[in-house]
Nanobody, 115 residues
Framework: QVQLVESGGGLVQPGGSLRLSCAASGSMSGIDFMGWYRQSPEKSRELVATIASGGYTNYAASVKGRFTISRDNAENGVYLQMTNLKSEDTAVYYC?????????WGQGTQVTVSS
């Protein structure tokens, strides 16, 4: 059974920072891609950032320069460092893993940016 568990969400003021973590458990040796997506009530789920097993990264234009994705291949973990947060970053953030052609999703963690 493969599970992705996120942590690190919360309430932060505009301009603040948060770090999201995601840990994959189960038999997942060598995950191809890991990443973060987000969904708000006004929008459908959208890509935030992804990182390949070799370290290649991809970011949504709206977060480039403010967010940094990283991963720990040995621990099957992926992280999202978010800085200079804006109100439009408010959403539920989901961890995603692509493993042997199958997508896996975490349960989501709420990030709220508000003064």
């Amino acid at each position: 059974q493969v599970q992705l568990v996120e942590s690190g969400g919360g309430l932060v003021q505009p301009g603040g920072s948060l770090r999201l973590s995601c840990a994959a458990s189960g038999s997942m040796s060598g995950i191809d891609f890991m990443g973060w997506y987000r969904q708000s009530p006004e929008k459908s789920r959208e890509l935030v950032a992804t990182i390949a097993s070799g370290g290649y990264t991809n970011y949504a234009a709206s977060v480039k320069g403010r967010f940094t994705i990283s991963r720990d291949n040995a621990e099957n973990g992926v992280y999202l460092q978010m800085t200079n947060l804006k109100s439009e970053d408010t959403a539920v953030y989901y961890c995603h893993a692509l493993y042997k052609g199958t997508s896996y999703w975490g349960q989501g963690t709420q990030v709220t940016v508000s003064s």
